[in-house]
Every structure is written in structure tokens, then in C-alpha cells.
Nanobody
Framework: EVQLVESGGGLVQAGGSLRLSCVVS????????IAWFRQAPGKEREAVSC????????YDRKFIKGRFTISSDNAKNTAYLQMNNLKPDDTAVYYC?????????????????????WGRGTRVTVSS
């Protein structure tokens, strides 16, 4: 059974930073994809970024505009999302998900595949 556990969320002021972590078990971490999604209050869940763990290729949504960076530490079966210059619109529950592939880039925009395994999320609140 694949299990994902997120951590690192919290309350931060606008302009601040957070680093989210996602520890994964029961998954071939060396040859798969880990993605971060988020769901803001009253909105649908949306993809943020994804990394393929064999080669470190990343797929980003345009809206992160270089503020967020996804990475992975295969020795620790852990993926990270470094979030800088946070804005109130970034307030959401952030989820990590695992699948064999990330999805595709279409006209520079990341379009995720259907991820089969999910964590329970970590809440990020950005105050103005």
C-alpha cells in the first residue's frame, strides 16, 4: 500500500517562506512521479508541480512563476516543495500524490495525469 505523509504547513505572513515535505512509502520512489496539488477554500483542487524521481525532471504550473521549487531526496523517499514569496492566494491545503508519471507539458503549462495515491494534506495559511 502506498502511503504519503505531508508536513511543513503552517501560518506565515505574505512574503514569507515554507518548505513542505512528503514522505512516501510502499512506492518505487526511484522510478516514479511525485506531485504537489493544492485546494483553496471553495475552489477545486489544482496541480502545483511534479517531479520525476529517476531524472529529476520537473513540471510546473505557470502560476508559481519561479516562487515554488519541487525537489526530491531519493535516499529519504521524500519530496519537497519550497515556497517563497508566499501570497494570501496561496492559502490552501497542500497534498502530495504519487504515480508512475507526472503528465504532460502543453504550451508550457503542466497538465497532470490521474494520480492514484494521495496524502491527507497539510494546511498553509498566508496572512496579508
Amino acid at each position: 500500500e502506498v502511503q504519503l505523509v505531508e508536513s511543513g504547513g503552517g501560518l506565515v505572513q505574505a512574503g514569507g517562506s515554507l518548505r513542505l515535505s512528503c514522505v512516501v512509502s510502499g512506492f518505487n520512489f526511484d522510478d516514479g512521479a511525485i506531485a504537489w496539488f493544492r485546494q483553496a477554500p471553495g475552489k477545486e483542487r489544482e496541480a502545483v508541480s511534479c517531479i520525476t524521481t529517476d531524472d529529476g525532471a520537473t513540471y510546473d504550473r505557470k502560476f508559481i512563476k519561479g516562487r515554488f521549487t519541487i525537489s526530491s531526496d531519493n535516499a529519504k523517499n521524500t519530496a519537497y516543495l519550497q515556497m517563497n514569496n508566499l501570497k494570501p492566494d496561496d492559502t490552501a491545503v497542500y497534498y502530495c500524490a504519487a504515480d508512475p508519471r507526472c503528465g504532460v507539458l502543453y504550451s508550457g503549462e503542466y497538465s497532470p495525469t490521474e494520480f492514484g495515491s494521495w496524502g491527507r494534506g497539510t494546511r498553509v495559511t498566508v496572512s496579508s
